[in-house]
């Protein structure tokens, strides 16, 4: 029922643009806000976005905003991760997961059923 799964990472060259997906279930993404982590070696795990159930609200981080957007496809039951102007800094295991709390704050302990993670390289 509550499911996620992160597709779409790769390399990419500074400036360029990559599209994270976040698969799920229908029943996820209508009862639950999705949100995006990322983490990068020796660091900690890094909220980016929360999009709500409606589809209809998102939360950015402030290191990211402008850069990236997130958005849903109820067709394919899938949230996706719009990543414009990639820096090398970008570079991380990005996580997609499910917001047990309901609020879609930009903080990883509200969330569960994390997704296996998907490799985003940022590099010349």
């Known amino acids: 029922q509550l499911q996620v799964a992160e597709s779409g990472g790769g390399l990419v060259q500074p400036g360029g643009s990559l599209r994270l997906s976040c698969a799920t279930t229908?029943?996820?993404?209508?009862?639950?806000?999705i949100g995006w982590f990322r983490q990068a070696p020796g660091k900690e795990r890094e909220a980016v976005s929360c999009?709500?159930?409606?589809?209809?609200?998102?939360n950015y981080a402030d290191s990211i905003k402008g850069r990236f957007t997130v958005s849903r496809e109820i067709a394919n039951n899938t949230v996706y991760l719009q990543m414009n102007s990639l820096r090398p800094d970008d570079t991380a295991v990005y996580y997609c997961?499910?917001?047990?709390?309901?609020?879609?704050?930009?903080?990883?302990?509200?969330?569960?059923?994390w997704g296996q993670g998907t490799q985003v390289d940022v590099s010349s």
């Open positions: 229908r029943f996820t993404l209508r009862n639950y806000n």
């Open positions: 999009l709500s159930s409606s589809g209809k609200l998102a």
């Open positions: 997961a499910v917001d047990n709390k309901g609020a879609c704050r930009l903080a990883p302990d509200d969330y569960i059923y």
